[in-house]
Nanobody, 117 residues
Framework: QVQFVESGGGLVQPGGSLRLSCAAS????????MGWYRQAPGKQRERVAS???????YYTDAVKGRFTISRDNAKNAVYLQMNSLKPEDTAVYYC???????????WGQGTQVTVSS
């Protein structure tokens, strides 16, 4: 079964940092690009970052220069280092495969990130 388990979220002050982790199972992990998505109440889910093979990465403009995506194929894991966090980064963060620029159909529980004073 395809599963994604996200962790590492929490409450952080503006300007702070968090590192999110995603453990994937049930897929040939190294065959897929991986992405991080986020969704806030009343807003559409958006892709914030993705990583293909090697160091090729994508970031949405809102997080460029602040977030860094990485992966460890030996651990079937993908990470999102988030620095200089802003209140508008508050959302539930999910990981998923990225196929043809779109996410897969299976989602995990996500991990809540709250940026507030």
């Amino acid at each position: 079964q395809v599963q994604f388990v996200e962790s590492g979220g929490g409450l952080v002050q503006p300007g702070g940092s968090l590192r999110l982790s995603c453990a994937a199972s049930g897929i040939g992990f190294n065959a897929y690009a991986m992405g991080w998505y986020r969704q806030a109440p009343g807003k559409q889910r958006e892709r914030v970052a993705s990583i293909g093979s090697g160091i090729m990465t994508y970031y949405t403009d809102a997080v460029k220069g602040r977030f860094t995506i990485s992966r460890d194929n030996a651990k079937n894991a993908v990470y999102l280092q988030m620095n200089s966090l802003k209140p508008e980064d508050t959302a539930v963060y999910y990981c998923n495969v990225v196929v043809g620029g779109l996410p897969g159909g299976v989602w995990g529980q996500g991990t809540q990130v709250t940026v507030s004073s």
